[in-house]
Each structure stands twice: as structure tokens, then as C-alpha cells.
């Protein structure tokens, strides 16, 4: 794969606005069971083995995304991140049991991909993804 711009070939940080720090960090350290490498008043971020994730005040957020603004949750869904794991129902009944808004699935996808979709608390929609 070529770049046009050099050095753009990996993804570091993806950064999720919310407007509830204290539920947000706690679904991402306490059910996805993700380590937290930075936190303050605005922010917290968790580290995956690739990636981190900052979770971000959205009072805060202006300044990353001027001039555009920052939209409201119910403005809908902008983005889906995927997780691969092993055993999708396995990780949903997990999930299910620590109460998160499942969206859809247990779903067998044509592309070959076992998924299911759920929300965090700031309403940002994640999945997870088996491997058929």
C-alpha cells in the first residue's frame, strides 16, 4: 500500500466525546477490563494492545474539532469501532450480564464476521467481531 503522506499508516488514539466521564471510564475499565494510562478532570485513556482510546469531556472537545462543532448524542451514530475476538456469544453474553445496550446481534455477516453491536454511555457504538 502506498502513502501519499508518509508516516500515516498507523492509528494511535481515537478520541470519544461524552458528557458523563465517571460512567464512560468506568465501562471501559471495569467491563472491557481496559487499563487506564492517563486520567484527569476532562479525559481518561484506556490502552488496547494497538490502540488507545481517550475519552474526553465534551466541554473540552472544542478545541480539538474547531470549527466545526461537537454534535449532540442523539444526532446519531458517526462511527463504529470492532474489537476481534474469539468467541462473539461468549463476549455477548458477557456483556448482556453486566447490563450494556446491545444493539443487534449475535449476527452471522456474509462477509464472514460473527458481530454484535452495542453502545457505550456517551452513546458511541462499538462491536465486537468473531472471525467465522
Wanted: no cysteine; proline share 5%; glycine share 6%.
Amino acid at each position: 500500500m502506498r502513502h501519499v503522506i508518509k508516516g500515516l499508516n498507523k492509528v494511535e488514539v481515537i478520541t470519544f466525546f461524552v458528557e458523563d466521564l465517571a460512567a464512560t471510564r468506568a465501562f471501559y475499565e471495569e467491563i472491557l477490563g481496559l487499563e487506564v494510562v492517563y486520567s484527569d478532570d476532562a479525559s481518561a485513556v484506556v490502552k488496547l494492545e494497538n490502540l488507545m482510546i481517550n475519552i474526553l469531556v465534551v466541554a473540552n472537545a472544542d478545541t480539538l474539532v474547531q470549527p466545526r462543532p461537537v454534535a449532540a448524542p442523539e444526532a446519531g451514530t458517526r462511527q463504529l469501532f470492532t474489537f476481534e475476538v474469539s468467541d462473539a456469544k461468549a463476549v455477548y453474553e458477557e456483556l448482556k450480564a453486566h447490563g450494556v445496550t446491545i444493539l443487534n446481534g449475535p449476527v452471522d455477516r456474509p462477509w464472514g464476521r460473527r458481530t454484535v453491536s452495542f453502545a457505550d454511555p456517551a452513546g458511541n457504538v462499538l462491536e465486537i467481531a468473531q472471525v467465522l
